[in-house]
């Protein structure tokens, strides 16, 4: 057997709304197993600031790219200016996401737009791209970005958790249809994370409390608890799973 099979020296990993949270998480660690890294989302900024931090740290190169995954003609040059730094891509993680809390009663059809533009839609076409070059490579990995939102009933999000079955659904028939051309593709269903992006919402004791109750490990995950999946994922570990769907939930699914 091979030493380290998480081993992603000189690998291309692409990570679309990677400056922050679950995504930068995931660019340290991949960085971290020497991959050289894209690092895309709207705050170029960040991601460029994140950039030099790996490339710093770990001596890998970090490419930042601006890119709104809601408009079409970003992706496309988000993937032109990957391949024309890199001249491939090995794995390809869809992390952004958006999402509007209310009742469905008040949902309008720009909320409704909004999330399905970047939650399905540009997902959707990133990952068209990224089959057009790993056609090519005749390998490559996609790594979605899910929920469990997609796998059961939440109030208050409909649209959301309706994107987020579509991702689902969406993965499994994209490694039906590309699994010829050597490209592996799954996602990752996150249950409660606890990230910056939520630490506002967990600061009411009550409400955390009353939301720990239905996980049965009563506790939040971590980025890196999400992280660890899409190492394994990326990684040469993985290379027989393709069109799954890994919940990251503490227990969630299991009440």
């Not at 931090?53 to 200016?81: G, R």
């Not at 979605?144 to 309706?162: C, D, E, F, H, Q």
Request: net charge negative.
């Amino acid at each position: 057997m091979k030493g380290n099979l998480l081993d992603l020296t000189g690998k291309v990993i692409l990570v679309a709304g990677g400056s922050r949270g679950l995504g930068a998480q995931m660019v340290r660690d991949f960085a971290g197993q020497g991959a050289n890294l894209v690092i895309a989302s709207r705050n170029k900024e960040a991601c460029a600031r994140l950039a030099e931090d790996i490339a710093e740290e770990y001596k890998v190169e970090a490419l930042p790219i601006s890119c709104d995954m809601a408009n079409l003609e970003d992706i496309k040059q988000m993937y032109k200016e990957t391949l024309d730094r890199f001249g491939r891509i090995d794995v390809v993680v869809n992390n952004a996401g958006v999402n509007r809390t209310k009742p469905a009663v008040e949902v309008t059809e720009e909320d409704f737009d909004f999330i399905f533009d970047v939650n399905i839609k540009g997902l959707f076409f990133s990952c068209q791209e990224a089959a057009k070059a790993m056609i090519d490579q005749e390998s490559g990995k996609i790594i979605n970005i899910s929920s469990v939102g997609g796998l059961k009933p939440y109030k208050r999000i409909v649209p959301y958790t309706a994107s987020k079955a579509a991702v689902i659904h969406l993965t499994k028939s994209l490694a039906s249809e590309w699994a010829r051309y050597g490209i592996i593709v799954n996602s990752i269903a996150p249950g409660l994370i606890s990230t910056e992006i939520n630490e506002k919402e967990f600061e009411d004791e009550k409400w955390l409390n009353k939301i720990l109750k239905t996980i049965p490990m009563r506790k939040l995950g971590e980025p890196q608890d999400i992280s660890n999946i899409a190492l394994y994922l990326a990684s040469e570990l993985s290379n027989y799973v393709t069109g799954q769907t890994i919940p990251v939930d503490g227990g969630t699914l299991t009440e």
